[in-house]
């Protein structure tokens, strides 16, 4: 249907975007909290979604929705945008952006058991799920990849069940919502409803990381490193592309595109950018097998694809 590929160009991209998202988040990870990282670009960017609704005139609040809806909208902003990114932003400073962007590969598979348990119409045909399979190959290359030299072990291990972690929380978060997309989609596709879905998605995550960040006891310490320019320009730079662009395009990826699992497929295409841009621009090592791993994501891709 011409609406899963509007939404394959949606996921697409996405992922391009929250790639460069990433590679400008890590390094300034090192010298910023994540309990301070998330809050400022959940923040900036739901100020933005703000300003774009008013200039554009779309609705500041939609009362066509029902209670349990608006519900599930904030429960999967609280699942994604506050506890899968926090966990997520730990995990970036603790193991890199390209072993993050492979295991995140991984994603597929958790969103697809989510979808048979809360959606309909599921299955995948034999080629889709030799590409799952080829999928989670990719992570076991990188689980078992012999780097002890350029990392702990013990380090490696625990980000990468972090990031799992993660995963889970987002995945799940992202399905529940996939079941008041399809309500609201169901009359034809309103770019500007799905939009604002993905703004209001983004008010416990505002406030949940707010809260979270004004629990720690060496506030004071945290915001200094906030005020050097080196720090805060690449913030708001990838706050305006991360939880504004980069969430946009991802949520309507999600709306047009019928089975989530492929929306996750799709969106993997951010492994190879993650891994490319990494390796360019923060220096990161470009192992034969994280290519590998890397050539893996894009064939399951193509698979789960051309098979729709």
Partial sequence: MIHDYWGILFALCASILWSITVTLIKPISNHISPFLINPIKNS???????????????????????????????????????????????????????????????????????SLLLLPNQTLNIIQIIGFMITIIGLLILTYENDYEDIDYKVKRFGILLVLGAMMCTGFGVV???????????????????????????IPGVVLSWILFLFQKNKTKLIEPIKMKKNYIPLLIASFIGPFLALGCWILGYAFIDKPSVASIVGQTSVIFIV?????????????????????????????????
């Fill in 44 to 114: 900036v960017g739901f100020i933005l979604f703000f300003i774009l609704f008013t200039l554009t005139d779309v609705p500041l609040w939609y009362n066509n929705l029902y209670n349990y809806e608006y519900a599930i909208i904030l429960f999967s902003g609280s699942l994604g945008m506050f506890l899968g990114d926090t966990i997520f932003i730990y995990a970036l400073n603790k193991i890199g952006a390209n072993r993050v962007a492979i295991v995140d590969a991984f994603s597929p598979l958790i969103i697809f058991s989510y």
């Fill in 176 to 202: 529940y919502l996939k079941t008041v997309l399809n309500r609201i989609n169901e009359t034809g596709y309103d770019i500007k409803l799905n939009l604002w879905v993905t703004a209001f998605r983004l």
């Fill in 276 to 308: 490319i841009l990494s390796w360019l621009f923060l220096k990161e090592n470009l192992t034969k097998l994280r290519v590998l791993s890397t050539i893996c994501v894009f064939v399951g891709v193509v698979l789960i694809t051309i098979n729709l």
